[in-house]
């Protein structure tokens, strides 16, 4: 079936339909992985987002019913160059054209990939509308301009859980083909979900943690009421301006416990430590961009998945020190508080997809949790 991606610079891209039959806006964006589209479509950061995959061939290992980083699909859109219908792979039990359809959610393929990647690195990420219903660019035209787009909403209300719960599965060994055993928990973390994904919970379970998950609006007095001995900040999608409550929130939680921020909560920590965030222009989304340890002065390969960013100069007078940094734009990557106990980074150590350099952050933080708890 054919169907059509609309930008609203006016930009028309014609392909082919796959997934289910639909029509739907968010913002175009594009990922640089070569693998994992599975975990990339579940990852709630993605919410109200149109994904473009630069890699040009994508669904050959198929999907399973394992690697879910969420409780269901959130992309908005899935754009790629050639879809395969006939995977090969042990663990698959779907296409991704079926996996798609089953959860709604509308694929464009047969487009220049290459040619919507360029025009969004020139003109920026902006907002469009794919469709394999409607045909009619004005009908589109009229569709896309009710969008708002992501600045100045909330979007964390759409991708954070209802009520409380306890995480302990570890990390997933696939050659057993389950989770590994994690053995008594050492730590209870307390675990904002701003939108997390799964394996930061097995992360953080791995390594010794009892997980409370809770909503992003949960007060601050009720994460004390549970005596953590330490604070996980997730990541998530949309404007963290715009999530003002939970800068709140933080800003009353610094120095009762430590605390770790990935992503969407490294950006509210560097709000509530008295930073600004900006709207990157189109954004880094991947699993191969270059960090710099500042401390180290090592090279890490990080999986990144972000729109915003904290701004470099807007904490520089403040009693933060600023532990990593982008190489490819010198944007800010991590920053560290020792006399509030508090550190975060903008990339995902816990990959899923992407490589695993980062993933000694974990130990960082349950480290920092024993030297609160001797402190005690």
């Known amino acids: 079936m054919k169907a059509i991606l609309l930008l609203e610079d006016g930009r028309v891209f014609e392909g082919r339909g796959f997934g289910a039959k639909g029509t739907t806006c ?12 599975q975990e990339i479509l579940t990852d709630p950061s993605y919410n109200e987002q149109i994904i473009t995959m630069t890699y040009p061939q994508i669904g050959n290992y198929g999907t399973n019913d394992n690697d879910w980083e969420s409780d269901r699909v959130q992309v908005a859109g899935f754009i790629v160059k050639e879809n395969c219908d006939y995977p090969s792979n042990w663990r698959s039990n779907r296409s991704l054209s079926d996996y798609l359809k089953k959860n709604k959610i509308v694929g464009l393929e047969g487009i220049d990939t290459r040619a919507l990647v360029k025009h969004i690195r020139e003109k920026g990420a902006m907002r469009g509308v794919i469709s394999s219903a409607e ?18 909403r909330d979007i964390v209300k759409n991708a954070t859980i209802s009520k409380p719960f306890v995480w302990k599965e570890g990390l997933w060994d696939v050659e057993a083909d389950k989770p590994e055993d994690t053995g008594k928990p050492k730590y209870k973390v307390v675990a904002y979900d701003f939108g997390m994904k799964h394996n930061i919970l097995r992360n953080l379970a791995s390594r010794g943690c009892e997980v ?25 999608p949309g404007d963290p301006a715009a999530v003002a409550y ?15 921020g990935i992503c969407l909560g490294h950006q509210l920590l560097s709000l509530a430590l008295g930073g600004t965030t900006y709207k990157l222009k189109f954004g880094h989304r991947g699993a191969n961009h270059p960090v710099k340890n500042l401390r180290t002065k090592e090279i890490e390969i990080t999986s990144q998945n972000h729109g915003f960013c904290a701004d470099l100069e807007s904490l520089k007078e403040t009693d933060v020190e600023l532990t990593h940094m982008n190489l490819n734009d010198n944007t800010l990557e991590g920053i560290y508080s020792k006399k509030l106990g508090a550190f975060s980074v903008q990339y995902h150590p816990e990959a899923s997809p992407g490589p695993h350099d980062a993933s000694y952050l974990f130990e960082e933080f349950t480290r920092l949790m024993d030297e609160w708890k001797k402190k005690k």
């Open 246 to 260: 939970a800068v709140e929130n933080i800003k009353k939680l610094l120095g009762k416990a430590p605390i770790f």
């Open 212 to 236: 409370h998950v809770v909503p992003a609006d949960t007060p601050a007095g009720r994460i004390m009421q549970r005596k953590p001995h330490g604070i996980f900040l997730s990541n998530g």
């Open 26 to 37: 968010g913002e175009v964006v594009f990922n640089t992985s070569m693998a994992g589209y």
């Open 135 to 152: 045909l009619n660019v004005q009908k589109l035209q009229a569709k896309l301009d009710k969008y708002p787009g992501l600045v100045g």
